[in-house]
């Protein structure tokens, strides 16, 4: 293929990269990017979590905790509660035996690493009397043979709770996760201890609570836009379980949490509002606020005559986040923040041209909500879920979409005609089957990936070409979902952008193309011809320049066999390799994925200050490039 591209930009291209968080899903945050490490730490886990129709507190068990000794009793209390939002505790007693303990086994075991590890728990005396109780704090091996790291506390405990704090800092590294966490008594249990909000942070990511690798995995790609809290999760699986975000603000004692959307797990909300904000910022982008606009996952819809009150928290939500001064700032600046949060986009609801959503979407959900924020809020852009039936006034629109690749091939190949009447932004999208039965469900059929695969990724680097080359009118793109505990249990939809278990993670072939599209933007599109359209060639491209005159060409080679392509400059227009960059993506095998187990099975090179192996400038200024079977490209050259 020969590629005539312009020698000047022809319009600027909006297009950012997004990252899409939402909560809850496949233990991505609570066991995941929420550096806490101990699981159930308020008990409030219960089996029958999701079921929980009323986000009814009271309902937790002891899940994950275990006694420590033959003698031990566990109990579950709901007398004396640390808080009326956290009103469950355990009572640890042990008749006739040398020590009684609690363990805990996080989210499928602990990673130990020679790090200091911040725990804090709340204890009191179960009787209510005056008693000093020593115990033993520490990582263990789940077998009980190896010790980590312990430190003695002498509790002294009455009928108050109280907050203990100390750091562990294990003395050597443990070589799995099959690992525990545990308070032990040193002696006799007599009338024991009872604890609650049970805390154990390794360092955590740039003062943020988040854990290291998964958050640095995040900045790594440079997202222009953290779209937050969900997805589903936003809607909750039933009208009380909305994220409401008052519930995840403030002390952590006094954040109830709520029914899980997606795991079985309690949805704790440690990784509340002003966590998530504050990691959007570290990360050097805005956030895309979503907004729960009155439905719910069960088909519910709040009635137009009852919508106020959510209104007004969506109101109360904005002003906390952005106001200088006045009661809601006042409220954020005791949280620990004095300036307001920066980001100007707001989306209302989420998907919510499925189902039963679309009846009430268009007819008043969408227009209450906008109203009533454009009033108060008029300098933030109204981002609609969906523009089906009745939707009007809205800024722009988020489209999901996930796929096969030969869905987004298509769909990529049809970009350049997408209609010009309203931004889209696309904050949820990825290749989730191998296309390679006739699944007529792509969701459940057995093409469902489990991880993303070369030929998955490559297809979304096709999408995000096209989005970026018609950047004036696809703003953002988010793949989803980003985060993936693979323990048992822990997972409920695949595939995803990053998996890991407690102590390891792997970057996946989709993620290598979102950290090419973050690391290589363009500023300005240059319109191009094509010698061979794309869908002969099968090769997709965009080109544009940087802002920095140079022009970053993104090549993508979806055949199995290795393709020339020449790229010439309009109006005598050269490229120079001086200082050049590249970073390209390759394989043999279209189905191959990176894996905890096979971390390094797909994994791109990048090079500084030279051409890439195959690509060449010709005396005129042009460009040969050998773009590799199953590649994506990507080349920064300065324009002479
Ligand atoms: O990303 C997973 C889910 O897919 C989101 O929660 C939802 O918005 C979409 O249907």
């Known amino acids: 293929v020969t590629y005539n591209v312009a020698a000047k930009p022809s319009r600027r291209s909006k297009f950012a990269l997004a990252a899409f968080i939402e909560t809850n899903i496949n233990s991505g945050t609570?066991?995941?990017?929420?550096?806490?490490?101990?699981?159930?730490?308020?008990?409030?886990?219960?089996?029958?979590?999701?079921?929980?129709?009323?986000?009814?507190?009271?309902?937790?068990?002891?899940?994950?905790?275990?006694?420590?000794?033959?003698?031990?009793?566990?109990?579950?209390?709901?007398?004396?509660?640390?808080?009326?939002?956290?009103?469950?505790?355990?009572?640890v007693t042990g008749q006739k035996t040398?020590?009684?303990?609690?363990?805990?086994?996080?989210?499928?075991?602990?990673?130990?690493?020679?790090?200091?590890?911040?725990?804090?728990?709340?204890?009191?005396?179960?009787?209510?009397?005056?008693?000093?109780?020593?115990?033993?704090?520490?990582?263990?091996?789940?077998?009980?043979?190896?010790?980590?790291?312990?430190?003695?506390?002498?509790?002294?405990?009455?009928?108050?709770?109280?907050?203990?704090?100390?750091?562990?800092?294990?003395?050597?590294?443990?070589?799995?996760?099959?690992?525990?966490?545990?308070?032990?008594?040193?002696?006799?249990?007599?009338?024991?201890?009872?604890?609650?909000l049970v805390s154990l942070t390794p360092p955590t990511w740039q003062g943020t609570v988040a854990r290291p690798d998964l958050a640095q995995a995040l900045a790594d790609i440079k997202p222009k836009y953290v779209r937050l809290p969900g997805g589903n999760d936003?809607?909750?699986?039933?009208?009380?379980?909305?994220?409401?975000?008052?519930?995840?603000?403030?002390?952590?004692?006094?954040?109830?949490?709520?029914?899980?959307?997606?795991?079985?797990?309690?949805?704790?909300?440690g990784l509340g509002l002003m966590e998530l904000m504050n990691l959007t910022e570290k990360w050097g982008a805005q956030a895309v606020l979503g907004i729960y606009a009155g439905y719910s996952l069960d088909g519910k819809a709040v009635p137009q005559n009852q919508l106020g009150p959510y209104i007004q928290s969506a109101l109360n939500q904005l002003h906390f986040l952005l106001d200088t001064t006045g009661r809601w700032a006042d409220l954020r600046k005791s949280y620990g923040r004095a300036a307001p949060y920066k980001f100007q986009h707001v989306e209302i609801g989420n998907e919510d041209w499925l189902g039963a959503a679309v009846q009430t979407y268009g007819p008043y959900r969408w227009a209450a909500f906008r109203d009533a924020i454009a009033k108060e809020f008029p300098q933030l852009t109204l981002i609609a879920s969906t523009l089906l039936n009745g939707v009007e006034g809205a800024k722009a629109v988020d489209n999901h979409f996930y796929a096969t690749p030969s869905q987004l091939f298509a769909f990529a190949e049809g970009m350049d005609a997408t209609s010009r009447a309203i931004p889209i932004w696309e904050l949820e999208y990825a290749v989730i089957n191998n296309g390679l039965t006739n699944d007529s469900d792509i969701y459940s059929g057995p093409g469902r990936l489990k991880h993303p695969t070369l030929i998955g990724a490559l297809a979304e680097a096709t999408f995000l070409a096209g989005a970026e080359r018609n950047g004036d009118i696809f703003y953002s793109a988010a793949y989803a979902p980003l985060f993936q505990n693979e323990g048992t249990?822990?997972?409920?939809?695949?595939?995803?952008?990053?998996?890991?278990?407690?102590?390891?993670?792997?970057?996946?072939?989709?993620?290598?193309?979102?950290?090419?599209?973050?690391?290589?933007?363009?500023?300005?599109i240059h319109d191009t011809s094509l010698s061979t359209p794309t869908n002969s060639s099968h090769i997709y491209h965009s080109f544009g320049s940087d802002g920095q005159g140079h022009l970053v060409a993104k090549l993508i080679n979806t055949n199995a066999g290795a393709r020339d392509v020449k790229v010439q400059l309009g109006s005598g227009a050269k490229l120079s390799a001086n200082g050049a960059k590249s970073w390209q993506m390759k394989g043999n095998d279209p189905q191959a994925a990176n894996t905890l187990s096979n971390p390094q099975a797909v994994v791109p090179q990048s090079s500084s200050n030279e051409l890439p192996p195959g690509a060449q400038l010709t005396g005129d200024g042009s460009l040969t490039v050998t773009l590799p079977a199953y590649s994506a490209t990507v080349l920064n050259l300065a324009l002479a």
């Open 489 to 524: 249990n822990l997972t409920q939809w695949t595939p995803d952008l990053l998996s890991f278990n407690a102590g390891q993670m792997v970057k996946s072939t989709s993620y290598y193309i979102q950290y090419a599209w973050g690391n290589y933007p363009i500023e300005q």
């Open 234 to 269: 936003l809607e909750g699986n039933n009208i009380p379980s909305w994220f409401n975000w008052t519930n995840a603000v403030g002390d952590l004692k006094n954040r109830p949490g709520r029914t899980p959307t997606w795991t079985s797990d309690w949805n704790t909300e």
């Open 30 to 91: 609570d066991g995941g990017l929420y550096a806490e490490t101990i699981r159930n730490r308020a008990f409030q886990d219960n089996v029958n979590n999701a079921a929980n129709t009323n986000n009814a507190l009271g309902r937790g068990s002891l899940l994950h905790w275990t006694g420590t000794s033959k003698g031990t009793k566990l109990t579950l209390s709901l007398d004396n509660s640390l808080s009326a939002a956290l009103p469950q505790s355990a009572i």
């Open 98 to 196: 040398d020590s009684c303990g609690i363990a805990n086994s996080g989210f499928e075991g602990f990673s130990v690493t020679k790090q200091p590890y911040k725990l804090a728990f709340y204890a009191r005396s179960p009787t209510g009397k005056p008693t000093t109780v020593p115990v033993e704090v520490g990582l263990y091996s789940s077998d009980s043979s190896k010790t980590f790291a312990k430190q003695t506390l002498p509790l002294k405990l009455s009928g108050e709770w109280q907050k203990f704090e100390t750091t562990l800092t294990p003395s050597q590294a443990a070589s799995n996760n099959n690992n525990v966490f545990a308070i032990k008594t040193q002696g006799a249990c007599n009338d024991g201890f009872q604890l609650n």
